[in-house]
């Protein structure tokens, strides 16, 4: 059995529950606030962040990247044209390079700003640096988030999906992160008809409706958050 | 032929020149300065940073992460037992885990603040963003450095390397990171004799000749940089 160590609302976290579900493992999950601390998380990650997960009596596998890798190598085979991870080198590496891009680049310079000003810092006592968004990170995030849906949009629109012809790793690292930007409405749909029609594609998958589902109490999603046709 | 797109003082692009190195891939080199944002790196990494290497006619391979693992996959069979990526998928995730931490983490709280603020804020003009060091991130630097070297510490006191028994990736992606702090004087040695000795046997290596060899104008490396009995 698999073990979850997450937070519903963590960009990377939701990109590990999505391809948990497409890859068919069965998982417990554990919600953690990270900013917490908690020894139970320190213990497995150092590092103190999530996602980690746990199979069976065996270690810690800590962080998306290393988290994805392992899943492929001990199920990928198995899952054959299903399989997320592209077989020649060169596939992979860019595979890798987007995944690297969604819950890096795009995630220190838009979706990380969004979810910590509106998200975490509502919910984080002031001691632990909660409080009122910080409007200055936010108008970077705003600003920042036209330059990537723009770069986005002209990767798809000359490919099937984000990494290339098919279906990959690339896709769900970035339907994760925007998400979180979409539950709070903060993506310009109108910006990309590519990246737009992208999204309704990758939000109809099985994987994306437990995410679909979760609310946070008093902030409800944005209106089109749930909508596949939005 | 392999193509090198890097900075000298990259902790990053070091990684990728040691591994190369280590895996016998020649190579040839193009110094680029990312601040400039040249036409030739951007077409090819959109995100405008290196490492980058290109293999032949084929696509750009961007980001340490992607890099190495292309060389591993590509180069790693051949390398038999001084192959750097384990073979365990739970080796591999601890392998991946700390090339990570060497290259996100550590960076981003030590060694990118030392680096920007007193080398590459000094080569760069004043309207790219150059100028005076800022004294409040080199503080924050020299106050982080401490926790990290005690964490790697502990780590390699109750293991033979940094990620296990085996040299791996996590080694060299720590030694590049390490390097650059040491150039500027910044490591703390008498911190942790554990992290001292390892680096000792690091900086032995053939690999690191090159790098310890190299010199910034008008800012001469500390002087235990480039000797082995430090």
Same mark, same amino acid.
């Given at each position: 059995?698999l073990?979850?160590?997450?937070?519903?609302?963590?960009?990377?976290?939701r990109?590990?529950?999505?391809?948990?579900f497409?890859y068919?493992?069965?998982? %417990?999950?554990?919600?953690?606030?990270?900013?917490?601390?908690?020894?139970?998380l320190?213990?497995?990650?150092?590092?103190?962040?999530?996602?980690?997960i746990?199979?069976?009596?065996?270690?810690?596998?800590c962080?998306? *990247?290393?988290?994805?890798?392992?899943?492929?190598?001990t199920?990928?085979?198995?899952?054959?044209?299903?399989?997320?991870?592209?077989?020649?080198?060169?596939?992979?590496?860019?595979?890798?390079?987007?995944?690297?891009?969604?819950l890096?680049?795009?995630?220190?310079?838009?979706? *990380?700003?969004l979810v910590?000003?509106r998200?975490?810092?509502?919910?984080?006592?002031?001691?632990?640096?909660?409080?009122?968004?910080?409007? /200055?990170?936010?108008?970077?995030?705003?600003a920042?988030?036209?330059?990537?849906?723009?770069y986005?949009g002209?990767?798809?629109a000359?490919?099937?999906?984000?990494?290339g012809?098919?279906?990959?790793?690339?896709?769900?690292?970035?339907?994760?992160?925007?998400?979180?930007?979409d539950y709070?409405?903060?993506?310009?749909?109108s910006?990309?008809? /590519?990246?737009k029609?992208?999204?309704?594609?990758?939000?109809?998958?099985?994987?994306?409706?437990?995410?679909? %589902?979760?609310?946070?109490?008093?902030?409800?999603?944005a209106?089109?958050?749930?909508?596949l046709?939005?």
């Amino acid at each position: 059995m698999l073990t979850l160590y997450h937070h519903p609302f963590s960009p990377s976290s939701r990109f590990i529950r999505m391809v948990l579900f497409e890859y068919g493992a069965e998982f %417990q999950s554990v919600a953690v606030n990270p900013w917490e601390r908690p020894q139970e998380l320190l213990r497995l990650n150092a590092a103190g962040t999530v996602p980690v997960i746990v199979e069976n009596e065996g270690p810690a596998i800590c962080g998306p *990247g290393p988290i994805v890798e392992y899943l492929d190598e001990t199920r990928g085979y198995a899952m054959a044209d299903r399989r997320l991870m592209p077989d020649h080198p060169e596939a992979r590496a860019e595979t890798r390079r987007l995944v690297d891009w969604a819950l890096g680049k795009f995630d220190q310079e838009v979706v *990380g700003h969004l979810v910590r000003e509106r998200i975490y810092k509502q919910t984080m006592p002031r001691t632990a640096g909660g409080g009122e968004p910080d409007s /200055n990170a936010l108008r970077v995030a705003r600003a920042n988030i036209q330059h990537h849906l723009k770069y986005f949009g002209y990767l798809i629109a000359s490919r099937r999906w984000l990494g290339g012809d098919r279906l990959s790793f690339a896709d769900f690292a970035l339907a994760a992160e925007m998400s979180c930007a979409d539950y709070l409405g903060e993506v310009p749909w109108s910006a990309d008809e /590519n990246i737009k029609n992208w999204y309704a594609r990758m939000k109809s998958r099985p994987c994306m409706r437990p995410l679909l %589902q979760e609310k946070i109490l008093g902030m409800p999603p944005a209106q089109t958050y749930a909508d596949l046709d939005f």
